[in-house]
């Protein structure tokens, strides 16, 4: 049996329980904070008629998978119990029926886009960091055959754009061949264009196609709120590299990370934005989320993140906000993509499903 668990060691099943070709141990996972990620990915390595094993201590799990195997067209073929207070096993057996995939019109379609996390070391160790990223943090590099095989799978699949994000993507050594290897799809850089200034790095962005967006943080009109959320002197850096690549010719787009919106210094960030000739389509406004080293800021989870596939050296997200998050994980190893975007338009399935039948089945921790 393959396992796929939470724990390091799982126990047997309860006596009478029949033989199933995999097994999911959820822990104390709700079915929206991870769980249906896990029994996803196992369901889609069974064939039809198997049975899949499901562990769990989450009483919340005996009524929202017989739900959830209802919705998609599987059974629960089978429970028992370790003690009566739990855990309790299951097992669910794969059907043939199917959703049809859920669409509300609403944000990019899955596979339209893709994030890839270069890098995860970084210049800054900013204090909301949903990464983690420093200049203390694993680099975690993706090499650029992975990024060459993952492009090429993902043009094939009719992907559209490609984000390349951090930790600071221009420590990434072989930056320039990332970018080269996403040519033909529409390619943003996020930085925090403070490293690009100078040295090998400025010869990269110097040769760098001007079809090529860099979105450049800056949280502040000024430099006390920047500085105070990641680094002192890093403002008037920022605004250097701005000047810098918009003077390169190439288009600048400013995202700011905020705790709490203030109105006065929204619109005080905005006129500085003027003045810089940053177009308004070109800024982005968003809140922190409580993920990485952000104590506090926005929950997040699947049913109130909009999917946003991400990969990195070592394994496939659901959103890049969330690649701290093991309920958050959709696959251990970066490739295949099909499989990557195939769970989460599984996942996208229930809660279309869910939506459907007006009823809540997924809790949230």
């Not at 890098?119 to 990024?147: I, T």
């Not at 043009?155 to 320039?176: I, K, N, Q």
């Amino acid at each position: 049996m393959t396992i796929d668990a939470s724990a390091a060691a799982v126990p047997a099943p309860p006596e009478g329980f029949p033989p199933t070709a995999r097994l999911v141990d959820g822990g104390t996972m709700e079915c929206g904070s991870g769980l249906l990620l896990l029994i996803t990915r196992a369901m889609r390595r069974l064939g039809d008629g198997q049975l899949l094993a499901v562990r769990s201590a989450e009483p919340s799990v005996r009524v929202d998978l017989p739900a959830w195997a209802a919705m998609v067209g599987n059974e629960v073929a089978g429970e028992a119990a370790e003690s009566p207070a739990g855990p309790w096993w299951f097992a669910v057996r794969k059907g043939t029926a199917r959703t049809t995939v859920f669409s509300t019109g609403e944000g990019t379609p899955v596979g339209d886009r893709l994030w890839v996390y270069t890098n995860f070391d970084c210049n800054l160790a900013c204090l909301y960091c949903c990464a983690e990223s420093s200049p203390k943090a694993p680099a975690r590099r993706v090499g650029v055959d992975v990024a060459e095989r993952a492009f090429a799978e993902f043009g094939a699949l009719g992907g559209r754009e490609v984000f390349l994000t951090g930790g600071e993507p221009f420590m990434h050594p072989e930056l320039d061949a990332l970018v080269r290897a996403a040519e033909g799809f529409e390619r943003t850089i996020l930085t925090n264009a403070m490293v690009f200034g100078r040295g090998r790095r400025r010869e990269v962005l110097e040769a760098m196609d001007r079809s090529v967006t860099l979105q450049v943080s800056l949280d502040s009109a000024g430099p006390d709120l920047h500085d105070a959320q990641r680094g002192r002197g890093s403002w008037a850096r920022a605004v250097d590299g701005i000047g810098l690549a918009h003077g390169l010719g190439f288009r600048v787009r400013v995202a700011a990370t905020m705790f709490d919106e203030d109105p006065a210094g929204v619109a005080a960030l905005h006129a500085r934005l003027d003045a810089v000739g940053i177009a308004p389509e070109d800024r982005v406004i968003r809140p922190v989320a409580q993920e990485g080293f952000a104590e506090t800021g926005v929950h997040v989870s699947l049913d109130s993140l909009a999917p946003e596939p991400v990969i990195t050296a070592d394994g496939a997200w659901w959103h890049p906000v969330a690649v701290t998050n093991p309920n958050m994980r959709i696959a251990d190893a970066p490739l295949p993509l099909a499989e990557v975007f195939g769970v989460v338009r599984d996942i996208l399935d229930v809660q279309g499903a869910v939506a459907a039948s007006g009823r809540e089945v997924f809790r949230c921790a």
